[in-house]
């Protein structure tokens, strides 16, 4: 049974580009959520969805910007990337709250801008 | 700001021997909490839940929650050097998003 997947899995950009990461969730899975993660700290929300509907937001810009699609893939864009933008990116999917409810992540996008 | 306070580490433990790894959070409302295994260079990995004051044991691993205290552990019996590996806590908030810590580095010295 597949995991959560995401591509691609590296990416190297320049200033100022856009760009966009991709996440499958888990099957039968509804919500997914994204997640910054820099270099020696805790993953950062970033968004939730959940049946094609943005449930929450974290504290990042506008630049930030996600959707999710009717078979519950989804995608989050990145405009106007700042070298700051450099973490790996991570994408979780989690199902009905049941004793073994928790968020499984998928094995991340490393962005580097440069 | 809700929080969630991990010592950094790290912690060094000799092989067999018992890890134990402490949380604690801001949030008294919170309700669901998790503990992560990240290898270098991985994704972190979903090692075990709790959502009920007390303890929660899975194989050799053993979670505990104390609301009052805004305390949650992780006890790591007979450590392998493979259990090597910064040890995240994570509290849900709102229902839909994880609060990190910075994450605890674990050393099992063989």
């Known amino acids: 049974d597949a995991g959560v997947t995401q591509s691609p899995t590296h990416l190297i950009k320049t200033r100022g580009q856009h760009v966009t990461l991709r996440c499958s969730p888990i099957?039968?899975?509804?919500?997914v959520s994204w997640y910054q993660q820099v270099l020696g700290q805790g993953p950062q929300f970033i968004f939730q969805y959940y049946e094609k509907e943005e449930r929450g937001r974290g504290n990042f810009p506008d630049r930030f910007s996600a959707r999710q699609f009717p078979n519950y893939s989804s995608e989050l864009n990145v405009n106007a990337l700042l070298l700051g933008d450099s973490a790996l990116y991570l994408c979780?999917?989690?199902?009905?709250?049941?004793?073994?409810?928790?968020?499984?992540f998928g094995s991340g996008t490393r962005l580097t801008v440069v | 700001q809700k929080e969630v306070e991990q010592n950094s580490g790290p912690l060094s433990v000799p092989e067999g021997a018992i890890a134990s790894l402490n949380c604690t959070y801001s949030?008294?409302?919170?309700?669901?909490f998790f503990w992560y295994r990240q290898y270098s260079g991985k994704s972190p990995e979903l090692i075990m839940s709790?959502?009920?004051?007390g303890d929660k044991e899975d194989g050799r691993f053993t979670a505990q929650l104390n609301k009052a205290s805004q305390y949650v552990s992780l006890l790591i019996r007979d450590s392998q050097p493979s259990d090597s590996a910064t040890y995240l806590c994570a509290v849900e908030e709102s229902s839909y998003k994880l609060i990190f810590g910075s994450g605890t580095r674990l050393l099992v010295r063989p």
């Open positions: 099957s039968g899975h509804k919500s």
């Open positions: 979780a999917s989690s199902g009905n709250r049941d004793r073994n409810y928790g968020y499984t």
């Open positions: 709790i959502y009920s004051n």
């Open positions: 949030d008294r409302g919170s309700q669901s």
